[in-house]
């Protein structure tokens, strides 16, 4: 099956930069997905990694090294609004390639 | 609005009883995907459908059921519901080669 890590908790202040770490252990790779949560909210799609590299989508980035089997999701020029729940995910062969999630990571921003 | 229509949001019932949790995808999507989240184990993947047909299981009980109509909505049934079993239920669709899932805002089950 799979396992995936993150760090429970990150805090940042407004304007900083940020990054949440992913690591991953798999049977087969088919990718590495972002997910953000807002409390009492549904996880809202943010990216998706098949290939070694940075992704960019405005202020938020996402990098997946296959060979470290690692990836992170970094936000810039924080907002009070990103204050969230962080998912990484992967798709799972053992559940026909539907996504297995990781723990989820809890930005907090401050002012 | 996601486009994901799940219904009802909110559902408080008692132990042993049994419980049908509606979705209906995005217009277009084929997929349904159900995930149950608690705070102990975080989003787990139950079940997947694909234009009406079963797909894939996940860590689902026996106790859980699912299916998907020809108009592509799918309902998830819970019985002998235990305590357990309160958490939040996303649905979630996406569309034939879709990188994402959108997911629905989900239905807030408690069992007391």
């Known amino acids: 099956g799979q396992s995936l890590e993150q760090p429970s908790e990150v805090t940042a202040v407004e304007g900083a930069i940020v990054q949440i770490n992913c690591t991953y252990q798999?049977?087969?790779?088919?990718?590495l997905s972002w997910y953000q949560q807002h409390d009492g909210g549904a996880p809202t799609f943010l990216s998706y990694?098949?290939?070694?590299g940075l992704e960019e989508t405005g202020r938020f980035s996402s990098f997946l090294s296959r060979s470290d089997s690692y990836g992170y999701l970094l936000l810039q020029e924080l907002q009070m609004k990103d204050s969230a729940s962080y998912f990484c995910?992967?798709?799972?062969?053992?559940?026909?390639?539907?996504?297995?999630f990781g723990p989820g990571t809890r930005l907090s921003v401050l002012p | 609005d996601s486009g994901v229509t799940q219904t009802p949001k909110h559902l408080i019932t008692a132990t042993g009883q049994r419980v049908t949790l509606r979705c209906s995808p995005r217009?277009?999507?084929?997929?349904v995907y159900w995930y149950q989240q608690s705070l102990d184990q975080g989003l787990q993947f139950l079940i997947q459908y694909y234009n009406g047909e079963e797909r894939a299981k996940g860590n689902i009980l026996e106790r859980f059921s699912a299916q998907q109509f020809p108009d592509l909505h799918s309902e998830l049934n819970l019985s002998s519901l235990e305590l357990g079993d309160s958490a939040l239920y996303f649905c979630?669709?996406?569309?034939?080669?879709?990188?994402?899932?959108?997911f629905g805002s989900g239905t807030r089950l408690t069992v007391v």
């Open positions: 798999t049977s087969g790779f088919y990718g």
């Open positions: 995910a992967v798709r799972d062969p053992n559940y026909g390639q539907n996504f297995v």
């Open positions: 217009s277009g999507d084929l997929s």
């Open positions: 990694n098949a290939l070694d």
């Open positions: 979630a669709s996406s569309a034939p080669g879709a990188y994402g899932y959108t």
